[in-house]
């Protein structure tokens, strides 16, 4: 069992950074890929941006540009940099892990960290 908690949420003005922190309480190395999503009130939970265990990255349309997913292996930590946020951005952002050890897919969430975007 892997436990995930986030941290670096808050109130940000529009244009403003945050980063986002996912610390892992295990090896992060033996995850297949760990991931930032997000859900917004009313609306369902989305893909922001992950990362797999070779290091190579996925992001969704409207983080491409602005946010950046990346791991530090050593402190069992993924990190989320938002720039240029937008009130759109305000939603709770959850760290993910998932791990194949086939035929089962195993997934693990935090609890996540709220953002909010506003003057």
């Known amino acids: 069992q892997v436990q995930l908690v986030e941290s670096g949420g808050g109130l940000v003005q529009p244009g403003g950074s945050l980063r986002l922190s996912c610390a892992a309480s295990g090896s992060i190395r033996s995850m297949n890929a760990m991931g930032w999503y997000r859900q917004a009130p009313g609306l369902q939970r989305e893909l922001v941006a992950a990362?797999?265990?070779?290091?190579?990255?996925n992001y969704a349309d409207f983080a491409k540009g602005r946010f950046t997913i990346s791991r530090d292996n050593a402190k069992n930590t993924v990190y989320l940099q938002m720039n240029s946020l937008k009130p759109e951005d305000t939603a709770v952002y959850y760290c993910?892990?998932?791990?194949?050890?086939?035929?089962?897919?195993?997934?693990?969430w935090g609890q996540g960290t709220q953002v909010t975007v506003s003057s």
């Open positions: 993910n892990a998932l791990k194949l050890e086939a035929p089962k897919l195993y997934k693990y």
């Open positions: 990362i797999t265990s070779g290091g190579s990255t």
